[in-house]
């Protein structure tokens, strides 16, 4: 199944009161333990726990990691409309909430959706002010090397994760910001660097000083 072709035309809504953040790289990048870094010193940003049709590994816990349903299941949801963006990645259907999402931000809420880059392109095309961050490996030898000490896959899982990884990373080109993740502290000093850098545009900071701006007459 391919990937929705967005039809929605783009959000101008600068005043969505949230920021949302969206995190992709290839597998193996290390984007999840960036990304839980990132949440673990950073209470403010909600993460989106996204569906899947695929079956949950290790310790992975239904409505935590992601919500688990089946294949029907998440077609019945496309076809309701649910998903503010879907796509089918390595064989499996994943789909973010819209309603979770905006509601979110509506409520203010920073959100991270951490997806692919089929999603976050749909994503920047319905909320222009979506910050989209790429995750690059230092290089393919280094990906592959991590995804084997990582000890998760079999030999013909890496491989096809590695034939996927050179398709995926050209997509860094149309994202904002491109992390290379050399060691994950400093990766996570310049994530936070993104979020932060965020937070002082102007919307935001008018939203997070309105007194300020009403004191110095420009709100
Ligand atoms: P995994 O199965 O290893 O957790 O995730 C596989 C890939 O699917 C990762 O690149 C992950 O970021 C992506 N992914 C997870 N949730 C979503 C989602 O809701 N939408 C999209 N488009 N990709 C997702």
Request: glycine letters at 6%; proline letters at 5%; aromatic letters at 8%.
């Amino acid at each position: 199944m391919n990937a929705p072709q967005t039809t929605t035309a783009p959000d101008s809504r600068a005043d969505f009161p949230g920021n949302l953040f969206v995190v992709a790289a290839p597998s193996g990048a290390g984007k999840s333990s960036l990304v839980n870094c990132l949440l673990a010193r950073d209470p403010a940003i909600q993460l989106s726990v996204s569906f899947t049709t695929r079956a949950p590994r290790g310790q992975e816990v239904d409505g935590r990691e992601y919500c688990f349903v089946s294949r029907d299941d998440f077609e019945r949801r496309i076809a309701a409309g649910e998903f503010l963006e879907w796509a089918e990645v390595h064989g499996n259907l994943y789909g973010t909430s819209r309603a979770w999402l905006q509601a979110r931000m509506q409520a203010g809420t920073d959100v991270m959706l951490e997806i692919d880059w089929q999603g976050a392109e749909q994503v920047k095309a319905q909320f222009a002010n979506a910050v989209s961050v790429f995750v690059l490996p230092p290089s393919y030898e280094e990906l592959e090397a991590r995804l084997q000490r990582r000890g998760e896959d079999s030999a013909d899982v890496i491989a096809r994760r590695m034939v996927e990884a050179r398709v995926e990373t050209p997509h860094a080109s149309s994202f904002d910001f491109i992390i290379v993740n050399h060691d994950i502290d400093h990766a996570l000093r310049d994530l936070q660097a993104v979020v932060a850098a965020q937070r002082l545009r102007y919307a935001a900071q008018l939203r997070a000083h309105p007194e300020v701006f009403a004191a110095l007459a420009i709100a």
